[in-house]
T-cell receptor, first 116, second 111 residues
Framework: GENVEQHPSTLSVQEGDSAVIKCTYSDSASNYFPWYKQELGKRPQLIID?????GEKKDQRIAVTLNKTAKHFSLHITETQPEDSAVYFC???????????????FGKGTKLSVKP | DGGITQSPKYLFRKEGQNVTLSCEQNLNHDAMYWYRQDPGQGLRLIYY???????QKGDIAEGYSVSREKKESFPLTVTSAQKNPTAFYLCASSTFGNTIYFGEGSWLTVV
């Protein structure tokens, strides 16, 4: 089955700096890669996603890049602000044995702290 | 996200007691999921259902049960067989092959 690894587990940056979180996956057939942000005590919320036919996607200060050959994708946050402090989860839509689509497999999360 | 309603938000369970967490969605999503999150940890899949009257075990199904009698509803029962149920429980739904959206979660505490 699909295996998703996320690094780093914690990340501390100064306000205004950039933050990068990376995830690797194992199944080359996986084709959908969302990122979620979870604030303390709240539900995870989708912040950006990318499909395997696209290499990069941007939404204001957030971008995601996908390298299908190397099987990794990254979240980039520029001009970080204190309100970006949260736990970020990557996810991969895996494939079942036999080729049907499976469920989202989540990374273990990255706790981002943005210091004012 | 606003179309997924979980209740109750806070629940206390006594030893040996079964409790049921409710999850209702009005997004017309086919698939529904239950995740467990322990403090400071990631998301672990308990059960999922892709169509009515059908569901499959996730990674940590022992001690839990579900039903999917209606498309809109996917209740989770935490049975007395679940020895360490204190956690944050998240219900989610999706259209098949697309991203999932989460409810606001339910906090379960054993007293």
């Amino acid at each position: 089955g699909e295996n998703v690894e996320q690094h780093p587990s914690t990340l501390s940056v100064q306000e205004g700096d950039s933050a990068v979180i990376k995830c690797t996956y194992s199944d080359s057939a996986s084709n959908y890669f969302p990122w979620y942000k979870q604030e303390l005590g709240k539900r995870p919320q989708l912040i950006i996603d990318i499909r395997s036919n696209v290499g990069e996607k941007k939404d204001q200060r957030i971008a995601v890049t996908l390298n299908k050959t190397a099987k990794h994708f990254s979240l980039h946050i520029t001009e970080t602000q204190p309100e970006d402090s949260a736990v970020y989860f990557c996810a991969v839509l895996g494939m079942n044995y036999g080729g049907s689509q499976g469920n989202l497999i989540f990374g273990k999360g990255t706790k981002l702290s943005v210091k004012p | 996200d606003g179309g997924i309603t979980q209740s109750p938000k806070y629940l206390f369970r006594k030893e040996g007691q079964n409790v049921t967490l409710s999850c209702e969605q009005n997004l017309n999503h086919d698939a529904m999921y239950w995740y467990r999150q322990d403090p400071g940890q990631g998301l672990r899949l308990i059960y999922y259902s892709q169509i009515v009257n059908d569901f499959q075990k996730g990674d940590i199904a022992e001690g839990y049960s579900v039903s999917r009698e209606k498309k809109e509803s996917f209740p989770l029962t935490v049975t007395s067989a679940q020895k360490n149920p204190t956690a944050f429980y998240l219900c989610a739904s999706s259209t098949f092959g697309n991203t999932i959206y989460f409810g606001e979660g339910s906090w379960l505490t054993v007293v």
